[in-house]
C-alpha cells in the first residue's frame, strides 16, 4: 500500500505563503471518492482544513471557516498530486498537516473534512509560523 507523502512544509512568518503538496499516486482510496487535509496544532485536537470530491454529485470544495479565503486545494489528476496552496499565513495556522483519504474498513479512527470522511493520513508535514 503506497502511502500518502506529504511535502512543502516549513518555517515562514505571519503573512507569507506555502503550497503544500501530497503524492496519493499508487493510494488505494478503499471505495472513497474524496481526498483532503488535516491539521493538529500543539495540544489540539486533528481539524480538518479542506477536501475535494471527485464526484461531481458532492458539492465541492470544501473549506473550514478558519481558512476559507486564505487557502485553496487542487489537484493534478494526471500527476496524482493534491495541492494546498496556503496564503497570509497566521501563527495560528501553525500545526503538522496531513494529506488524508478513505481508509480501510478496519481503520480505528475517522474524521469528516466536510462531505469528505477519511480515516488515512500520510506522516505529516510541518507548518511553524512566527509572528
Known amino acids: 500500500q503506497a502511502p500518502l507523502v506529504e511535502s512543502g512544509g516549513g518555517a515562514v512568518h505571519t503573512g507569507e505563503s506555502l503550497r503544500l503538496s501530497c503524492d496519493f499516486s499508487?493510494?488505494?482510496?478503499?471505495?472513497?471518492?474524496?481526498i483532503g487535509w488535516l491539521r493538529q496544532a500543539p495540544g489540539k485536537e486533528r481539524e480538518g482544513v479542506a477536501s475535494?470530491?471527485?464526484?461531481?454529485?458532492?458539492?465541492?470544495?470544501y473549506y473550514a471557516d478558519s481558512v476559507k479565503g486564505r487557502f485553496t486545494i487542487s489537484q493534478d489528476n494526471d500527476k496524482k498530486i493534491l495541492y494546498l496552496e496556503m496564503n497570509n499565513l497566521k501563527p495560528e495556522d501553525t500545526a503538522v498537516y496531513f494529506c488524508?483519504?478513505?481508509?480501510?474498513?478496519?481503520?480505528?479512527?475517522?474524521?469528516?473534512?466536510?462531505?469528505?470522511?477519511?480515516?488515512?493520513w500520510g506522516q505529516g508535514t510541518q507548518v511553524t509560523v512566527s509572528s
Open positions: 488524508a483519504a478513505a481508509g480501510p474498513p478496519y481503520a480505528g479512527t475517522w474524521y469528516q473534512v466536510g462531505n469528505c470522511p477519511v480515516g488515512y
Open positions: 499508487g493510494y488505494n482510496f478503499y471505495g472513497g471518492n474524496c
Open positions: 475535494v470530491s471527485f464526484s461531481p454529485d458532492v458539492p465541492s470544495p
